[in-house]
Nanobody, 122 residues
Framework: QVQVVESGGGLVQAGGSLRLSCTAS????????MGWYRQAPGKQRELVAR???????NYADFVKGRFTMSRDNAKNSVYLQMNNLEPDDTAVYYC????????????????WGQGTQVTVSS
């Protein structure tokens, strides 16, 4: 019913930049919020940044002003501009969409993308 697709990962040297994109599509009535998460090998998945329907954005402390999240409502898309990347940023980055479906009275459902690998070399 709903697909979430990320793109933009890759290999970059420390200090470099990447821009991740995420688009939600399908039987969506409205998007309640979207977020970026990451999971490094052997670690739990953690929040990177999230945005709610009103446009408020929360960042994890480790972002330290290096990452910027933005969105395009018309495209049901969010972006994550990552600057000054560090080797500790190496992880699979996942996008999550919290949506209401087209069915009447739909509750909120969350959908995850397949993830995109970000590797930062020292």
């Amino acid at each position: 019913q709903v697909q979430v697709v990320e793109s933009g990962g890759g290999l970059v040297q420390a200090g470099g930049s990447l821009r991740l994109s995420c688009t939600a599509s399908g039987s969506i009535s409205s998007i309640v919020g979207m977020g970026w998460y990451r999971q490094a090998p052997g670690k739990q998945r953690e929040l990177v940044a999230r945005i709610n329907s009103g446009g408020s954005i929360n960042y994890a402390d480790f972002v330290k002003g290096r990452f910027t999240m933005s969105r395009d409502n018309a495209k049901n898309s969010v972006y994550l501009q990552m600057n000054n990347l560090e080797p500790d940023d190496t992880a699979v980055y996942y996008c999550k969409a919290l949506v209401r479906l087209l069915t009447f009275g739909s509750p909120e459902y969350q959908y995850w993308g397949q993830g995109t690998q970000v590797t930062v070399s020292s």
